[in-house]
T-cell receptor, first 108, second 115 residues
Framework: RKEVEQDPGPFNVPEGATVAFNCTYS??????FFWYRQDCRKEPKLLMS???SGNEDGRFTAQLNRASQYISLLIRDSKLSDSATYLC?????????FGSGTKLNVKP | SAVISQKPSRDICQRGTSLTIQCQVD?????MFWYRQQPGQSLTLIAT?????????ESGFVIDKFPISRPNLTFSTLTVSNMSPEDSSIYLC????????????FGPGTRLTVL
């Protein structure tokens, strides 16, 4: 079983739509949670850390459900520039485990 | 966040040769990490490079194939030895932020093609 599982997509949505991604993780003792964004042929870049109480950064909202071991990312009012692959990442001590990514295509 | 550079940004190499990738950070960091991202796949950790000690390799990766150096707190190298086409991949170095959540920040990657 993979440490972190994500729906690979692609999610094809129109501009302005709201889209949500989920991710599940297998290690209940995982300590930190993140969403990264990776553009084609570029390195992953931190989008946001996911706090236990959930957190929001502009159009992006992240939630953590420890009991069910899943993390979510909600993107409101999608922009063309949001098109990318979104990686769910889980940390256990010094090890980071990456999901395979969810591809988002925002269409005009 | 740390500023990380990698050299070379890309290379095309012949089977059987070796390539050394350099990673430079603009601040001192305790741990540096080397990842591989094969086409269409997510990131796989190769090893953790600690200054002053041997690198710690993940299952499936060995020092003879991927020797790592960590001469100081701002620099590391990864060598891909005796390359085969299966080694064609993007190789990324990263560092911990050192903050409360210990986010990782990545270099721009080295795109390697082995013919």
């Amino acid at each position: 079983r993979k440490e972190v599982e994500q729906d690979p997509g692609p999610f094809n949505v129109p501009e302005g739509a709201t889209v949500a991604f989920n991710c599940t993780y297998s290690n209940s003792a995982s300590q930190s949670f993140f969403w990264y964004r990776q553009d084609c042929r570029k390195e992953p870049k931190l989008l946001m850390s996911v706090y236990s109480s959930g957190n929001e950064d502009g159009r992006f909202t992240a939630q953590l459900n420890r009991a069910s071991q899943y993390i979510s990312l909600l993107i409101r009012d999608s922009k063309l520039s949001d098109s990318a692959t979104y990686l769910c990442v889980v940390r256990y001590f010094n090890k980071f485990y990456f999901g395979s990514g969810t591809k988002l295509n925002v269409k005009p | 966040s740390a500023v990380i550079s990698q050299k070379p940004s890309r290379d095309i190499c012949q089977r059987g040769t070796s390539l050394t990738i350099q990673c430079q950070v603009d601040s001192q960091v305790t741990m540096m990490f080397w990842y591989r991202q094969q086409p269409g796949q997510s990131l796989t950790l190769i090893a953790t490079a600690n200054q002053g000690s041997e690198a710690t390799y993940e299952s499936g990766f060995v020092i003879d194939k991927f020797p790592i150096s960590r001469p100081n707190l701002t620099f590391s190298t990864l060598t891909v030895s005796n390359m085969s086409p299966e080694d064609s991949s993007i190789y990324l170095c990263s560092v911990d932020s050192g903050g409360d959540y210990n986010e990782q920040f990545f270099g721009p990657g080295t795109r390697l093609t082995v013919l």
